[in-house]
T-cell receptor, first 113, second 117 residues
Framework: KAGVTQTPRYLIKTRGQQVTLSCSPI?????VSWYQQTPGQGLQFLFE???????NKGNFPGRFSGRQFSNSRSEMNVSTLELGDSALYLC????????????FGNGTRLTVT | AQTVTQSQPEMSVQEAETVTLSCTYD???????LFWYKQPPSRQMILVIR??????QNATENRFSVNFQKAAKSFSLKISDSQLGDTAMYFC??????????????FGKGTKLSVIP
């Protein structure tokens, strides 16, 4: 069974640009959640999607958004990039809601210059 | 709001020895889950062990075991017979219902564990 796939692995963008990250969950998993990992703040919850609906959102500005498609694949978008958005973005999936153990992808390393 | 504290930023242990990583959390919830995740240099977060708060028995997975003290809100991870492959960042995480059909996972800052040959 294929694991959680995140694309791209690495991304370099300039301030003010926007970026879209993709996450394909494990087959059959319906919940997808996103996390931002930085050396200073650690791992912070961004949002969770289940059955194409955002179920919960962390304390991030509206520049961070996402969506989930009918096949459970999810995308995360960050608009008007700032230097502080440089981070490792991790996606995780689980069969149902977050109560199930999460399976993480390898992440997308975003660098904003 | 829930918080998770890992008071040991870095630790080291000799190969084959035992090491314990500390984690404390703060919550007003009664039903929740606790996890330890491992993140090696490959960046992928891997679930090490999971504990349901309603279970009094401490979870065990091969060389990994936890000491769950609900009243003290403590959830430490013990690694026995440490191996070089255990070298990684270890994150303690807390999952609880956050209202309106939502759940939220909160992570500690992590402990960097180095296993020394």
């Amino acid at each position: 069974k294929a694991g959680v796939t995140q694309t791209p692995r690495y991304l370099i963008k300039t301030r003010g640009q926007q970026v879209t990250l993709s996450c394909s969950p494990i087959s059959g998993h319906r919940s997808v959640s996103w996390y931002q990992q930085t050396p200073g703040q650690g791992l912070q919850f961004l949002f969770e999607y289940f059955s194409e609906t955002q179920r919960n959102k962390g304390n991030f500005p509206g520049r961070f958004s996402g969506r989930q498609f009918s096949n459970s694949r999810s995308e995360m978008n960050v608009s008007t990039l700032e230097l502080g958005d440089s981070a490792l973005y991790l996606c995780a999936s689980s069969p149902n809601r977050l109560s199930s153990p999460l399976h993480f992808g390898n992440g997308t390393r975003l660098t904003v210059t | 709001a829930q918080t998770v504290t890992q008071s040991q930023p870095e630790m080291s242990v000799q190969e084959a020895e035992t090491v314990t990583l500390s984690c404390t959390y703060d919550t007003s919830e009664n039903n929740y889950y606790l996890f330890w995740y491992k993140q090696p240099p490959s960046r992928q977060m891997i679930l090490v062990i999971r504990q349901e708060a309603y279970k009094q028995q401490n979870a065990t997975e091969n060389r990994f075991s936890v000491n769950f003290q609900k009243a003290a809100k403590s959830f430490s991870l013990k690694i026995s017979d440490s191996q070089l492959g255990d070298t990684a960042m270890y994150f303690c995480a807390f999952l609880a219902y956050s209202g309106a059909g939502s759940y939220q996972l909160t992570f500690g800052k992590g402990t960097k564990l180095s296993v020394i040959p």
